[in-house]
């Protein structure tokens, strides 16, 4: 309870903890998100069913492992824990490569430049016919 109390505070602060280093010019560094560890047993390889039906395969049979992030796995997308670290995860991510904005919108409009423009709408192939 005590690490997820962390987690929040850490989310709650903004997502990114910034320092500025005194150099000949002051730069930004930006500290990632880390994910707690939280061992938890979870069981790795095909289901009996499956085995029976696969002989040399690296699946079967079936063992435990630890896995320390599977906190992380929220196949609902509704653990308020996960989407906050995952939250934070994409404020670092925008964060890290907001210098490169320019560049990104230079090779984006380039490759644009490069495609030819087209009619709008759904292209559909009817019979050797192409509608638009």
Known sequence: MESMAGLMAFVATGCLS???R???SARRVIRPPV???LPTE???GN???IAALCTNDLMTPQRR???????LRDDERKDPEV????EAENAYTTASL???VPLQEELYAQMLSNLKVRDSGIVVDISRDTVY
């Open 35 to 37: 994910a707690k560890r």
């Open 65 to 71: 492992t630890v896995d320390h992030y599977f906190w």
């Open 98 to 100: 907001a210098h490169t």
């Open 83 to 86: 989407i906050s670290y995952l």
């Open 42 to 44: 979870v069981w790795f």
């Open 18 to 20: 910034m320092t500025v």
């Open 47 to 49: 289901k009996p069913e």
């Open 22 to 24: 005194a150099a000949s």
